[in-house]
């Protein structure tokens, strides 16, 4: 008897995880179309405006982020608040922990990472490509340390927007994708 109840337990999580994993070619498709033409438009900018060695506007996280806001659509880290919050609210702690101990990696690195957690926490902006932003701010390459409050305004802020204004256009382009997702009910 327990045997056989732990044996359907079993059959049946290992249905809802299957089935919670499965996307359609539909979904794959624009997805790939969002993240294609986010980043691909950051990278057009920061092509024509900057120098080739400059990578500057073109920001690790924004991968990540792309991750989210065109192939999780309906995910709460996934949202315009958490996308810009989560970016901004990071990017500002990162660029402050490396004014207050700009040599001591040791510290700097997890304590950006750490306090940016907590206050897209308070501020329920949780966006967990801001872990990264904060962390690019203290371990980035000098031109970006060299920036201090100006890494919050560009690239992070106006990456964030060029990423959500291409979410906007592609999740809504057909009748079965929604973003934002309304969380009134």
Do not use: C
Request: glycine share 8%; proline share 5%; aromatic share 12%.
């Amino acid at each position: 008897m327990i045997k056989k109840k732990i044996h359907r337990t079993y059959r049946v999580s290992k249905y809802v995880i299957y089935r919670e994993t499965l996307v359609d070619y539909k979904e794959h498709f624009w997805s790939f179309l969002g993240a294609f033409f986010g980043i691909g438009l950051i990278a057009f900018m920061q092509a024509q405006f900057l120098p080739k060695l400059e990578n500057t506007f073109l920001v690790g996280s924004f991968g990540a982020s792309s991750v989210l806001i065109y192939g999780a659509i309906e995910s709460p880290l996934a949202q315009p608040r958490n996308l810009i919050g989560g970016h901004v609210i990071s990017a500002l702690i990162g660029v402050t922990v490396f004014k207050l101990f700009p040599d001591v990696i040791w510290l700097t690195a997890p304590l950006a990472v750490s306090l940016s957690i907590v206050f897209m926490q308070i501020t329920k902006t949780l966006h967990p490509p801001g872990g990264a932003t904060a962390l690019i701010a203290v371990i980035g390459t000098e031109k970006i340390k060299s920036l201090g409050y100006l890494y919050v305004l560009s690239p992070v802020l106006s990456g964030t927007l060029i990423l959500l204004m291409v979410a906007l256009i592609f999740n809504n382009m057909t009748a079965n994708r929604r973003y934002p997702v309304s969380r009134i009910k």
